[in-house]
């Protein structure tokens, strides 16, 4: 089970934020999950031998500055601060993920995969925009799925019964489902979140994604 597979949920209170147009919303929210990923990607650059029990602890602290983002998401400035502190854990957490894969397969793997995402998000983005696909009533289903998915991964850690490349592919619907759920939402004006809470689910959709297809390519390469 990939160590990355929770979403933000915007809480069913919403909050009373100023409207924003839509392009101002959008260029916002890109440029601070894509600031995320570079400080994801440094972090994992910094630290390529860090020992798989250290990157976990830094997923868990990662999660925890991840809790108080959503909690300070009233204060723009805290909130955005806490989210690139949680940017930073969350490379030094798959780094040992994407030095194994450097290791046995070559760093040609990875670069595949994340040209794939980003030329993915950017696809699934246009798709919303050009067609204004609306798929944020079917969140409710799509979080029953990722919650029996996170059930499912956590038994296949006992019983593996079940192979973890349609696993990977599992998580790639998923997390697909929820890139077009979140530029819908992004489209609609944010649906009254901020630029910030709108960028940490961005950022959990490709870093998910990214793992997904890193599974999957290394799985293609070993075949």
Known sequence: MNAMQYQYQPPQQRLAAPAIPTHS???????ISAL???????????????????????????????????AARKNEAL???????????EGLGIAPVISQHNQTMGPSVVTEAALTTGLGMFALGAVVYATGLDLRRFQGYVTLALLGLVLL???????????????AYLVLAIFTAYVLIDFARIRAGGDGYTPVMLAVSIYLDALNIFLALLTIFGGRRRD
């Not at 440094?42 to 925890?64: D, K, N, R």
């Open 153 to 167: 991964g956590i038994v296949s850690i006992f019983v593996r019964f079940i192979h973890p490349q349609v696993y």
């Open 36 to 70: 995320g990923f570079c400080i994801t990607a440094l972090a994992a650059w910094l630290f390529p031998g860090i020992a798989p029990g250290a990157g976990m602890i830094a997923m868990l602290a990662g999660l925890g500055l991840l809790f108080g983002c959503m």
């Open 79 to 89: 909130s955005l601060t806490l989210f690139y502190a949680f940017t930073f854990c």
């Open 25 to 31: 919303l959008l260029a916002q929210v890109l440029g």
